[in-house]
């Protein structure tokens, strides 16, 4: 009995020291890249309200409106499939009475939003924004820039992500008298995504860990504007997580 139960504890004691062996025989690292791209797309959604007694006649006046924008976008060259409108939307405005809301209807407020894509020649941006201002668009709930281009972008991220990787794991390993040998895992962190710049606000006011080695890499130009508007540059970031497998050197 003595006997078994001295084998088995030696079994116990191998398979621990082999385990621990295992996990010292692994570095894990996060590489991170950022590349940054001037953008060739601009997304504008747009707003368009309008209030009266009537139902009708303020739905007629949202429709002008509407018509304006698409008379302005076509005046720009700009393609009738990029530029889109909703669904109307229609809320009564009820009479108030101090703090209490009585059932008498007084008006109606009509919404609409509309999407306007404005690709390639961005120069006519600013122009563009004023001259649909000058229609009856009262808002501006979002101006998005973007790349026609992701996923060529991704990519270079991606590449320079998992290079970062290995310069970190490299480093980290000479620092402890080793070297790194094959890759026994990766993995891309889709989280870590990004490929645009957004600012704006909807019709309620709403806007819208392990080691890392960071890459940034600038394509496309200089740090100007186009034509003197300065809409900077948009970022496409890869992140991965690379698993080495550890050697003496």
Not at 73 to 102: A, C, G, H
Not at 133 to 162: C, M, P, S, W
Not at 167 to 185: N, T, V
């Amino acid at each position: 009995m003595k006997k078994c139960s001295f084998i088995f504890g030696i079994i116990i004691f191998l398979f621990s020291v082999l385990t621990y062996s295992a996990w010292a025989a692994e570095i894990n690292v996060t590489g991170e890249a950022e590349v940054r791209v001037f953008p060739d797309e601009v997304t504008i959604t747009l707003g368009i309200q309008t209030y009266n007694e009537n139902i009708d006649i303020a739905k007629e006046q949202n429709d002008k409106t509407v018509k304006k924008v698409q008379g302005i976008s076509k005046s720009y060259k700009i393609d009738e499939k990029y530029v889109k409108s909703d669904f109307l939307r229609v809320e009564p405005i009820y009479e108030r009475y101090e703090q209490e809301i009585n059932e008498k209807i007084i008006g109606y407020r009509v919404r609409r939003n509309i999407v306007i894509i404005l690709r390639d020649d961005l120069s006519v941006y600013e122009n563009l924004i004023t001259d649909v201002l000058k229609t009856g668009v009262n808002y501006i709930h979002g101006i998005q820039f973007g790349t026609t281009e992701l996923r060529k972008h991704r990519d270079e991220a991606r590449d320079l992500a998992i290079k970062a990787a290995r310069e970190k794991a490299e480093s980290l390993s000479a620092a402890m008298g080793q070297k790194i040998g094959k890759i026994l895992f990766i993995d891309e962190n889709r989280n870590y995504w990004g490929e645009w710049s957004w600012y704006g606000r909807d019709w309620w006011g709403g806007s819208g860990n392990q080691m890392s080695q960071n890459v940034i890499q600038t394509v496309g130009g200089d740090m100007g504007g186009i034509d003197g508007t300065a809409i900077g540059q948009i970022k496409v970031i890869a992140s991965v997580s690379v698993k080495f497998e550890l050697e003496p050197k």
